[in-house]
């Protein structure tokens, strides 16, 4: 027996969700409607189907192919225009030889299609309707029966006062071949409105059947809830994947579970996914096969699709979230809200009821949506972040985007050159270094990998050999979950915003040089890199000195791959050190908690009674420091130790600070009669100021822990940093304690206001303006200062954020400095003109 599924519908009530896919794919309890009706038909015997398609057909042959798969023989004909419902199944006809079953292939229904058929054949009828009686019958065809149960006439999408009858039309069908003989080859007709009144008005009788069961016209997005509540609530005979583990809680293969997940049933969670600590998922929720929601995120009566990323602490209420879609942290949609495929939304969003988002759009972070986002994109998302690429391994950064990206840069650069990769002992940066060195060698550039080395290890090697630059991919340190691929220059600092841009641009329009098979890269293996690396660090020590001292220490090596090369380095310089966490380990560094790691390095300062303790973080580029009664010394405390002892050291010194240091730095730098640059704060702005192009800086000091020396390494470099604070205490005959003890009180406060990007330039600009007679500097943002004190303005590159500092000689100036800061943006951004001062 054979049947003729309609899947040629648009969908468009569906939208955004049947923007980018045809609406008998959409999933229905994580299968698409068709296969639900194509396992329909199976059931009650059909051996065989064809599919009528038109909107964005190959989705429909792809996934199901010739029916094998699915036990059942698998035909399509296609529309190369729009038939109507009786014109595109006039359009098979040639396949049609014998009684057919015509349905809809986007609606969720368990009607005993085999009573259907009986019924069709014992009246020895020419066509036979399914009706079905419904309480709101105005968006479906009505049909009114006579005595002898045939039908007497049909009323297609009536008003109230047009009503006649509570029967509606199903679409679904029993027909024989006769009825071609009323369908005009090629021409548009529909079987309510053109074939079924000429069988009336020929006289021919048409027979309707009431069929019991389940039906539902999946046609809005409110019924496509509602379709997956009834399926939660057993209304519809239907198979739900998975199996059950708790009354109600249907899992998919491979789905894990955290123990402290709250799981509140009925619900179902496809294949493959991961529920994190302490997420709620609540009743008549379902989640689509590989997404991940994470720790503390809440999915509330939403309808999930698959490869979505639901970030920490978000709140999805009454919402339908599209494929592959990127929702960070603390967003809330509420009831009624839609997004398409592909859309991102930034950390804090809040999507108010009925907003719908359509396919590939992004939200910014902090942003509060009232409206519809059709075409707009709302704010787009640079490709490179402040310290290169990064994001949500295998979520935001998979092998196809490593890949490309590597094509890209090695584009920009000549057939034949050489690029030098290194990786952390992660999975997945071995995976997506394996991607781009593929990608290198895709478009003719030669790499030398380093394996697993650190990233200064890296910047050593490009700078000391013929490398025209490196790749780097490691865990970020200030989340596991998330990857960062770092970008090198032949100078061995990070790419500069300009050759950022080239790689974006080339990415964007997939501009990737080809080459010949004979021209594709090599790859090979530098030997002792490490060791020469060790050798030169150790080249630039104070080694006599520095063993006359005998320090002791404890150092955390934070599960890194700097445990890897330090402990050589360090076994040369004598003393006692004390060794934590001594071995990599990317398990351990997911699991562990930074401010538990630092609290056991003080506890145990204090306890071996050593003079400090260094914590160097898993890339091998921060630090750390801990002085000798345990207190965790701040990023800003750090900043005036090094930049004070480099100082007393040389006291021509000349250090490069961002803009925003402390007083107490410039104090004890001018003290000894060095001389400070000020710079950017951005690690691009760091480099920069101790590139080979900036010559004589003896140090640039950062205030999170990140310092350069540009005599040895113009990048970021932990183990350097210890190296050189050993060998500074030792040349002025000093300890950390009495440096610390020295220290000026450091009063710099910090804040931040939510700041939409197209207010970014008024916001700077309207505060420009409002200076007056202050003394300004404005390489990064608005610097100002007087006499008592200091203030710092600067946009956020990355998040729609302004950031403020201020350090006063009294702490209740400074505080009254922020706030008034902090409420004139707000008032700039609120301003309802936008413009106008206030």
């Known amino acids: ?24 794919m959409l999933p229905i309890g994580n299968a698409p409607m068709l296969e639900h009706i194509i396992t329909l038909l199976k059931k009650h015997g059909f051996d065989e189907v064809i599919i009528t398609v038109a909107f964005m057909a190959n989705a429909i042959r792809t996934y199901f192919g010739d029916g094998s798969e699915f036990g059942i023989r698998i035909s399509y004909s296609n529309e190369d225009s729009p038939l109507g419902t009786a014109g595109s199944v006039g359009n098979c006809r040639e396949l049609l030889e014998s009684t057919f079953m015509v349905i809809s292939g986007d609606v969720l229904t368990d009607i005993d299609l085999g009573a259907l058929l009986e019924f069709h054949q014992s009246n020895k009828a020419t066509a036979t309707i399914g009706l079905k009686s419904m309480e709101n019958p105005l968006e479906f065809g009505i049909v009114t029966t006579n005595d002898d149960g045939t039908v007497g006439r049909f009323l297609e999408k009536p008003t109230w006062g047009q009503v006649f009858s509570d029967t509606i039309n199903t679409g679904i ?43 539902e016209d999946v046609g809005t997005l409110e019924a496509y809830l509602n379709a997956h509540k009834d399926i939660l609530d057993h209304r519809v005979d239907l198979e739900i994947l998975g199996f059950m583990v708790d009354k109600g809680v249907y899992f998919g293969d491979g789905t894990e579970v955290h123990p402290t997940a709250l799981l509140e049933g009925p619900i179902i969670i496809g294949d493959n996914c991961r529920i994190g600590p302490e997420a709620k998922i609540r009743p008549y929720s379902v989640i689509g096969s590989n997404s991940r929601i994470s720790k503390h995120a809440e999915v509330d009566r939403s309808v999930i699709h698959e490869n979505v990323y639901i970030g920490e602490g978000s709140i999805i209420r009454g919402t339908i979230v599209g ?64 310290n290169g690429v990064s994001g949500i391994a295998n979520v935001d950064i998979g092998p196809e985007l490593a890949l490309r990206l590597a094509m890209a840069f090695g584009s920009n650069l000549k057939p034949g050159a050489r690029i030098s990769t290194a990786r952390d002992s992660s999975r997945a940066a071995r995976m997506l270094k394996r991607a781009l060195m593929v990608g290198l060698n895709a478009v003719g550039i030669d790499v030398a990998d380093l394996e697993v080395a650190p990233i200064p290890a890296l910047r050593f090697h490009v700078r000391n050999t013929s490398s025209k630059g490196g790749l780097a991919v490691v865990l970020d340190p200030d989340d596991p979950e ?33 080459v010949l098979a004979s021209e594709l890269g090599e790859l090979d293996f530098p030997a002792r890199n490490t060791e020469f690396y060790a050798q030169s660090l150790l080249e630039q020590a104070e080694i006599g000195r520095i063993r006359d001292r005998n320090f002791k220490f404890v150092v955390d090596y934070g599960f890194g791959v700097s445990s890897h090369i330090f402990p050589s380095v360090l076994s040369k310089l004598g003393g006692d ?49 801990v002085d000798n009664t345990g207190r965790i010394l701040s990023g800003f405390e750090s900043q005036v130790i090094f930049c004070r002892l480099v100082a007393e050291a040389n006291p021509s010194a000349q250090i490069s600070v961002p803009i925003g240091s402390p007083k107490a730095l410039r104090n004890a730098v001018t003290r000894f009669g060095g001389t400070l640059h000020f710079t950017k704060r951005s690690t691009s702005g760091l480099m920069e100021a101790a590139s080979p192009a900036t010559r004589g800086r003896d140090l640039v000091a950062g205030v999170e822990g990140n310092f350069i020396f540009p005599n040895f390494l113009p990048g970021y470099d932990g183990c350097a940093a210890l190296v050189q604070l050993l060998s500074l205490l030792a040349v002025t005959n000093r300890t950390l304690a009495e440096v610390v003890g020295e220290i000026e009180p450091i009063r710099v406060i910090h804040d931040s206001v939510i ?20 003394e300004t500097t404005l390489i990064d943002g608005i610097y100002a200062e007087t006499n008592s004190s200091w203030y710092l303005v600067a946009p956020d590159p990355v998040e ?7 350090e006063s000689d009294s702490e209740i100036e400074g505080v009254s400095i922020l706030s008034s800061l902090r409420e004139r943006i707000a008032v700039i951004v609120n301003d309802s003109s936008g413009l106008r001062l206030r």
Not at 5 to 22: F, K, N, S, V, Y
Not at 342 to 352: K, P, R, S
Not at 370 to 375: F, K
Request: aromatic share 8%.
């Open 577 to 625: 050190v004390l060794g934590i966490n001594p071995f990599s380990s990317t398990k351990r560094i997911v699991e562990s908690d930074q401010s538990a790691n630092m609290s056991r390095l003080s506890e145990l300062v204090v306890t071996s009674r050593s003079e400090f303790g260094i914590g160097i973080d898993s890339v091998g580029e921060k630090i750390i420091l």
């Open 1 to 24: 027996m054979k049947a003729v599924i309609m899947a040629g519908g648009e969908g468009t009530r569906l939208r955004p969700l049947t923007a980018t896919a045809p609406k008998p």
């Open 173 to 215: 069908y029993v027909l024989e071949p006769e009825i071609f003989s009323y369908m005009p080859v090629g021409k548009a007709l529909d079987f309510s409105q053109d074939v079924f009144p000429r069988l009336l008005e020929d006289s021919i009788p048409i027979h309707a059947m009431v069929c019991e069961g389940y039906w």
């Open 800 to 806: 729609p954020i302004t950031h403020i500092w201020v």
């Open 482 to 514: 998330s990857v960062v691929i770092r970008f090198i220059d032949e100078n061995g600092i990070d790419l500069d915003e300009a050759s950022q841009r080239k790689i974006e641009r080339g990415l964007a329009r997939e501009d990737f040089r080809n």
């Open 323 to 386: 494929k592959s879609c990127d929702l960070r942290r603390s967003v809330h949609t509420e009831d009624g809200v839609v997004l398409g495929s592909d859309c991102y939304v930034g950390d804090g969003a809040q999507l108010f009821s009925k907003v719908k988002i359509y396919p590939s759009k992004t939200v910014q972070s902090g942003a509060t949506v009232l409206t519809s986002i059709v075409w707009e994109s709302k704010g787009t998302r640079s490709v490179f972040s402040s």
């Open 755 to 774: 700041t939409p990007w197209e207010s970014k330039g008024i916001v700077m600009r309207i505060l420009l303006d409002g200076i007056g007679d202050q």
